[in-house]
């Protein structure tokens, strides 16, 4: 039976994250830009209902929802491969709310949550048996955070049973210099802890030092690190999207790598990075050991941690294309074991590796890591940092009340992320 998944883009960062990956996977599975198959490759058909939905004549619709107040951003969101969504799953308000938090403050704001909500009963109704959602997002946004996590709720409450899962871009002065960002972040994140079952963190602090430091790209645009995005949530949706994977849904995925409840934030690794455009054929000399070691570097994370004493309490490597697996298996072994100092990024003792033989494009051999660690801690750190000098001296609180939301809701929200932080020490300081 196919376990279908659900997903929705919100804001300008989820969409424009959402239609990288979207375009990434359609690719994959031999779609064009109007959404139709002409692949003969059983791999790529046998399970892309997960994703999206069959039409007439091998032409197929995203199973996505695009929702953002400000209707400007989708004459970008789609064109090329944004052809392919429906145009009735594409909902805006009628105005750009510049950072300020979404609430349901005003009628129509109030209908488009309902709107989105119509779309997603007809979404569930046209599946099988949908196995749950996925969520695109900025957590500094207005709409991303404040629409992205009111929606979260919501669907909790009428899908309690089903997966909530979140890919969520945490924001960085490096890269925006929005002046509410770190309150809209702290907001949406203790959000996040109550009503998802995982987030995956993808950090514009780490996306922005890969593109300078790794790429070597002097000022990276939002599209560069849409593309590192939309890489490694290809290669986490491929154990969903391909036949025959460990970790084949998202529930199996979340279990095993999420082990206490509250600790559901993960980072990820990708390797080898690349530019938008990649060589065909780069990865041809890169070894199996080669892509470990690049996997495992802490530059190649995408949330910008210490890494000094994390510990982990799970950890996840997804390998891709030619793999020789045994070749992999065997290393990872040798590490594991090898104690001496000179050896390289520690690997940990729980590592899962999974394989996948549709290799990424352009890519002959590509690895996505997964962890959950307590080095998470420290992107939650930076935020509550920012967000605390901003309510010591009750700035920009204004907007908010405006729209209901008082001081006291902040310092809960602060308190909550806080909380989370403390208990990852708690773990580490468990774990010594
Ligand atoms: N990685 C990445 N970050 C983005 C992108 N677009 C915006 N951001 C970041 O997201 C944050 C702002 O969120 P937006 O998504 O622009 O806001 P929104 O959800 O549309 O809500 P409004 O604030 O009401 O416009 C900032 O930290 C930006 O740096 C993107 O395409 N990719
Ligand atoms: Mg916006």
Not at 72 to 85: K, L, R, T
Not at 178 to 206: H, K, R, T
Request: net charge negative; with cysteine.
């Amino acid at each position: 039976m196919v376990r279908e998944i659900i997903h929705l883009s919100v804001g300008q960062c989820g969409n424009q994250i959402g239609s990288a990956f979207w375009e990434t996977i359609a690719r994959e599975h031999g779609l064009d830009q109007s959404g139709h198959y002409s692949g003969i490759d059983t791999n790529q058909h046998e399970k892309i209902d997960v994703y999206f939905q069959e039409h007439q004549d091998s032409n197929y619709t995203p199973r996505a929802i695009l929702v953002d107040q400000d209707p400007d951003i989708f004459n970008a969101v789609c064109s090329g491969y944004g052809q392919m969504f429906r145009q009735d799953n594409i909902l805006s308000g009628k105005y750009n709310a510049g950072g300020t938090w979404f609430t349901e403050w005003h009628d129509e704001d109030a209908k488009l949550v309902e709107q989105v909500l119509e779309n997603v009963r007809r979404e569930a109704e046209n599946c099988d048996c949908f196995q749950g959602f996925q969520l695109t997002h900025s957590v500094a946004g207005g709409a991303g955070g404040g629409m992205g996590t009111i929606l979260l709720s919501k669907l909790r409450e009428e899908y309690p049973d089903r997966m909530m899962a979140t890919f969520s871009t945490m924001p960085s002065l490096k890269v925006s210099q929005g002046l509410v960002e770190p309150y809209n972040a702290v907001l949406a994140i203790s959000q996040l802890i109550e009503n998802c079952d995982v987030v995956f963190c993808l950090d514009n602090e780490a996306l922005y030092d890969i593109c300078t430091e790794r790429l070597k790209i002097a000022q990276p645009a939002y599209a560069n690190l849409n593309h590192l995005a939309s890489m490694v949530m290809s290669d986490i949706s491929a154990s969903f999207r391909f036949p025959g994977q460990r970790n084949s849904d998202l529930r199996k995925m979340a279990m095993n790598l999420v082990t206490i409840p509250r600790l559901h934030f993960l980072s990820v690794a990708y390797a080898p990075l690349t530019n938008r455009q990649p060589d065909v054929g780069s990865s041809h000399k890169l070894t199996a050991s080669g892509l470990i070691q690049q996997m495992f570097k802490p530059k190649n994370l995408m949330t910008a941690c210490d890494v000094g004493n994390r510990h982990y309490l799970a950890c996840s490597a997804i390998f891709r294309g030619r793999v020789p697996i045994q070749e992999i298996e065997d290393h990872v072994r040798f590490i594991r074991d090898d104690n001496s100092e000179c050896s390289m990024e520690r690997i940990p003792d729980n590592l899962q590796t999974s394989y996948c033989s549709q290799a990424t494009q352009g890519l002959d051999l590509s690895g996505t890591l997964i962890e959950n660690s307590t080095a998470i801690q420290h992107v939650f750190q930076r935020l509550s940092k920012e967000f605390t000098w901003l309510l010591c001296r009750k700035q920009y609180l204004f907007p908010y009340e405006m729209r209901g939301l008082y001081e006291f809701e902040f310092t809960e929200a602060v308190s909550n992320m806080d909380d989370l932080v403390l208990d990852y020490q708690l773990y580490n300081a468990q774990s010594l």
